[in-house]
């Protein structure tokens, strides 16, 4: 039983988000950050992004599917608030 990244996240707030939304589904989740603790900025350079969120394999196609239902929603949301500006 092995865990797998299904999301990047590009800031603590999106891993934590992400996080949220699973273990709400009832998924085991949990987050990995890539930062290095008094260097900030040094993992940014070593591997792009924030971490990512984890699931147990055996989780990972209906958590990733959850977590692609929930990204599209919020860029419908964005697109939908874009449009009504102009």
Known sequence: MGIKAVFKAPDEFSAITIHSLLKEEGFE???????????????????????????????FEEAKKIVDIYLE????????????QQ
Do not use: C, F, H
């Open 73 to 84: 929603s919020i860029e419908s949301d964005v697109e939908g608030e874009n449009e009504e």
């Open 29 to 59: 989740a949990m987050i990995q950050s890539y930062q290095i603790p008094m260097y900030p900025g040094v993992s940014g350079t070593i591997k792009p992004g924030w971490g990512e969120v984890r699931v147990l394999e055996e989780d």
